[in-house]
């Protein structure tokens, strides 16, 4: 049983915020047995409306408010927490479009049904009809109930346009995920979907096992795709620069005159007297800022301000860089999507 507060989570999400460049969101619901389903669905939707509501610049946390960019939401989640992020991602389309998810990733997803159960050894059907009985001990439909038979479900609904399916190769659960995804290209949902398998694993290991070459190729998988579904919903945007409420997101190719005709902030920052004199070039790390107590930010792969000083505005983008610290005032320019991650229960 994990928490949002697990070391093991906090490790996967500290890797997956670096590499990705973005800011992530881990919840923590209410679990069966002395919290049954619907509870834990019920805590993660309100959670979810929790972070919605910084949107307008206007929620609870001011980080949040001043770095957030909710033009590229993600849900992720592993095992039981896959499970409610794609619930949360059909509320969503419930909602009447209310709110936006750019993409969704499942990590070895806890969807299961009669005619999976039938496949397996009797000690692994009694364990996971078990394991249902105590999340849901009032179903009338048991393995069965739309909950836990996801695939057996109605999925054309779902509101996001990318998902990326994880799958183990020796989990009992990867069949289920891979007709998950073949679900979703059948049924007139309309996105892209993916999947990816990792051989001779089983059940959330990357969480089990941090360290391994396969936990990391499966981060870097995943910042992958939260990269590159904000670059093509970037380009769908038009143009290589996009305003978001308080800051920008800087495409490849941004000029520094685009930038600085779009808005007056910019080009005040520019004329500030005191500025970013000793920011350093591109692969150096960042020491000396002369603003002093700013806390500073890591972005791996991700675009990159090259130098900037009191008396020029240079913005060279570069991929594939590593380990640039960007001074806070920066982030002005640097808005990063949030990710809202559920864990295994």
Known sequence: METAFSPAYNTFLTSTVSAAGCIAFSVDYRRSPEHPIPIPYEDSWDAVKWILTHIAGSGPEDWVNDHADFRRVFVAGDSAGANIAHHMAIRAGEENGSIKISGMTLFHPFFFSKAILEEQEDGVRRYMEGIWEIACPNS?????????????????????????????????????????????????????????????EDHVF???NPDSDNARLLVQRFAEFIRQVCCDDNKKDGGALSQSRRGFHVELGAREKDLLAENDALRRFKSHKRGMRQLKRVGDVITDVVVAGIHCYTLTDFSVIRSITSNSWQIEISLCITNIYVCHLLVTLLRHCPIIYLMES
């Open 140 to 200: 009338e439909k048991g393995v069965e109930d739309p909950w836990i038979n996801v695939v057996g479900s109605d999925l054309s609904g779902l509101e996001c346009g990318r998902v990326l399916v994880m799958v183990a190769g020796k989990d009992v659960l990867a069949r289920e995920g891979r007709v998950y995804a073949e679900k979703l290209e059948e049924c007139g949902w309309g996105g892209r979907v993916e999947v990816v398998e990792t051989e001779g």
């Open 206 to 208: 990357h969480i089990r």
